[in-house]
């Protein structure tokens, strides 16, 4: 399944939804119509556990063709709002983790040229996070080095806490894109947050996919273009630590918990690793995506 955050109207409630065709279904109205006491909210409907996913898929298939009146609407009448609007803690990011990166950033940004041993965590706080074609701010009087990252957002289905490698996958609820956007002047002795965590520095959309759905994350191409020029186009499988790596190592000291964020890591091709370096300006537009999840666009302005 995938699922949407979306408003009906400018000044309507978010509200939760399911990607079915070109409609978005709204999840607690079909549940209401069979039912079922689904959540208008996307965390609300992922605390739920999987057996509120197993009765949604359900209803999907009971009412297909006949949803209840009002519960369908065109995709390209709604307004998509990021899948999680505000998620309950900070986004957990991985630094240098793909082998190119690395290199690249050893040329450029004073990191290690040895590849990390261990997965290299930071943090972007909830107000970083903004939606599908919301605007990134370009604020001239604090950055002049503004950059991009196209990266495989992991969102958790599951409390996990000191979990195997082996058992890691079974925590994840799905998947989804996400632009750790980084101003690469406002590193702070060797602290990466003030740089990636400042407001609209997380775009993050357009829906969140199921794990069932996506199969193996590790084999997905993920790209990103600056005003229609390709910058990045990689692959997943080429991440340094994989995925179940990620969440056993977090979770061995912070527990993860249902609705959690991490964003994976990005591949080569970020500006600050171009010759000459490349940054982002007011005017520019940045578009990203992963296959088999989808694209997000967003242009930058002047704030």
């Known amino acids: 399944m995938r699922f949407v955050t979306y408003r009906s109207v400018v000044d309507a409630a978010a509200r939760l939804g399911v990607i079915e065709d070109d409609l978005v279904v709204d999840v607690e109205q079909l549940g209401a119509k069979a039912g079922l006491g689904f959540p208008s909210t996307m965390l609300a409907f992922i605390d739920l556990g999987p057996a509120a996913l197993a009765a949604l898929r359900q209803a999907l298939d009971d009412q297909r063709g006949r949803w209840p009146v009002g519960a369908a609407l065109p ?20 630094g240098l983790n793909y082998v190119e990166h690395v290199a690249e950033s050893a040329r450029t940004l004073d990191t290690s040229k040895e590849l990390p041993k261990q997965p290299v965590i930071f943090s972007k706080p909830p107000t970083s996070v903004i939606g599908p074609g919301d605007a990134i701010e370009h604020n001239r009087a ?8 196209v990266e495989l957002a992991v969102i958790m289905g599951r409390t996990a806490r000191r979990v195997s490698e082996a058992d890691a996958l079974a925590h994840v609820f799905g ?17 990466w947050i003030y740089s990636k965590g400042q407001d609209t520095y997380a775009p993050f959309g357009p829906c969140i996919v199921t794990a069932d759905e996506v199969g193996d994350p590790h084999a997905l191409d993920l790209w990103l273009t600056v005003n229609g020029e390709t910058k990045q186009r990689s692959n997943t499988r080429h991440m340094l630590f994989k995925i179940p790596t990620l969440i056993a190592d977090i979770s061995a000291a912070i527990t993860l918990e249902a609705g959690d964020i991490i964003a994976s890591g990005t591949p080569d091709g970020v500006g600050a690793g171009r010759t000459p370096q490349e940054w982002l300006w007011p005017g520019d537009i940045v578009e990203a995506g992963v296959d088999g999840i989808g694209t997000i666009r967003h242009p930058v302005v002047a704030v």
């Not at 995709?75 to 991985?94: E, Q």
């Not at 998947?175 to 002795?189: E, F, K, M, T």
């Open 175 to 191: 998947y989804s894109v996400l632009i750790d956007v980084s101003a690469r002047d406002n590193r702070r002795a060797g602290q």
């Open 142 to 149: 604090i950055t002049q080095q503004l950059d991009w990252e």
């Open 75 to 94: 995709l390209g009448n709604v307004r998509l709002l990021a899948p999680i609007p505000r998620p309950r803690k900070n986004i957990f990011g991985i």
